[in-house]
């Protein structure tokens, strides 16, 4: 079945520092969404991807997604405390309604 | 966006013992998700509840350990039945709005002891 990994699993940083995570699908995906979970919270929209090679940005956070519509990224510029928690892409093949959940990465930020 | 209310926010299970989690919306909905995470890990879709009919489970997950209800089109209910510590988890019911966004309940955290 169709798969999302996510890397790295788990990163730390010092505050003020780059942090990217990485998606990958092994299926080619109509859009890609990414969210993001704060500790003992749920699951919370950034943003949506559909186009191929689209790039996104939130303020600090740049979003992009492949050229082969497979894979996507998430780049935060000079990280915050505030950025804490658990990032996650999540991808849906056309004709289909439901989102396969990739594996997350869990950001650390040390002031 | 949708606005989703879950019940109960927490709770501690004895093994052996079934549990139902509610879940509200504020709008009207066609489709409603029952995803799983468990601890430390990502999120597994556990069904897929339309109002009318039958809900739709993915691989690994049976009506009979996890029966769903949906009487109308802004509730649904899901039952983790027979409970045992590997059901220790978050239970999320979810929606998808405009824009395709899914919203999430604030999350139903499981503990079996």
């Known amino acids: 079945g169709q798969q999302v990994m996510q890397i790295p699993q788990y990163q730390h940083v010092q505050e003020g520092e780059d942090f990217t995570t990485y998606c990958n699908s092994s299926t080619t995906l109509s859009n890609i969404q990414w969210y993001k979970q704060r500790p003992g919270g749920h699951p919370v929209f950034l943003i949506q991807l559909v186009k191929s090679g689209e790039v996104k940005k939130q303020k600090r956070l740049t979003f992009q997604f492949g050229e082969a519509k497979k894979n996507s990224s998430l780049h935060i510029t000079a990280t915050q405390t505030t950025d804490v928690g658990t990032y996650f892409c999540?991808?849906?093949?056309?004709?289909?309604?439901?989102?396969?959940f990739g594996t997350g990465t869990r950001l650390k930020v040390l002031a | 966006s949708a606005v989703i209310s879950q019940k109960p926010s927490r709770d501690i299970c004895q093994r052996g013992t079934s549990l139902t989690i509610q879940c509200q919306v504020d709008?009207?909905?066609?489709?409603m998700f029952w995803y799983r995470q468990q601890p430390g890990q990502s999120l597994t879709l556990i069904a897929t509840?339309?109002?009318?009919?039958?809900?739709?489970?993915e691989s690994g997950f049976v009506i009979d350990k996890f029966p769903i209800s949906r009487p109308n089109l802004t509730f649904s209910t899901l039952t983790v039945s027979n409970m045992s510590p590997e059901d220790s988890s978050i239970y999320l019911c979810?929606?998808?709005?405009?824009?395709?966004?899914?919203?999430f309940g604030e999350g139903s955290w499981l503990t079996v002891v």
């Open positions: 709008s009207q909905v066609t489709m």
């Open positions: 509840a339309n109002q009318g009919s039958e809900a739709t489970y």
């Open positions: 979810s929606v998808v709005g405009q824009g395709n966004t899914i919203y």
């Open positions: 999540a991808g849906k093949n056309s004709g289909t309604y439901k989102y396969i």
